[in-house]
Nanobody
Framework: HVQLVESGGGAVPGGGSLRLSCAGS????????MGWFRQAPGKEREAVARMDGDGKVEYIDSVKGRFTISRDNGKKILYLQMNSLKPEDSAMYYC?????????????????WGQGTQVTVS
């Protein structure tokens, strides 16, 4: 069955960096839509970064130039490298996937989720 397990969250000072990892199993990680979402208390969930089966990526404007989504197909791991972190980046970060879709990774099509990892920037 499909599983997504995140790791790498933590507390860092402003300007710091973190790398989140998401280990996927039960589907072919290298060819499908995967992404990172976040949700802060009292705010709506937002799609931080997405990657399709061809490696095409999309970011929300607030993280462009600071965050990088990447995928190690051999290890079946999705990463989110976060640099120049700001307090407004603080949130629970979730890895998500749609194993049935390889392109057009619309935000509303993600149907599998990890348990989340907390990122706190002071």
């Amino acid at each position: 069955h499909v599983q997504l397990v995140e790791s790498g969250g933590g507390a860092v000072p402003g300007g710091g960096s973190l790398r989140l990892s998401c280990a996927g199993s039960g589907f072919i990680v290298s060819t499908v839509c995967m992404g990172w979402f976040r949700q802060a208390p009292g705010k709506e969930r937002e799609a931080v970064a997405r990657m399709d089966g061809d490696g095409k990526v999309e970011y929300i404007d607030s993280v462009k130039g600071r965050f990088t989504i990447s995928r190690d197909n051999g290890k079946k791991i999705l990463y989110l490298q976060m640099n120049s972190l700001k307090p407004e980046d603080s949130a629970m970060y979730y890895c998500a996937a749609n194993p049935q879709r390889t392109r057009l990774c619309r935000v509303d099509t993600f149907n599998y989720w990890g348990q989340g990892t907390q990122v706190t920037v002071s």
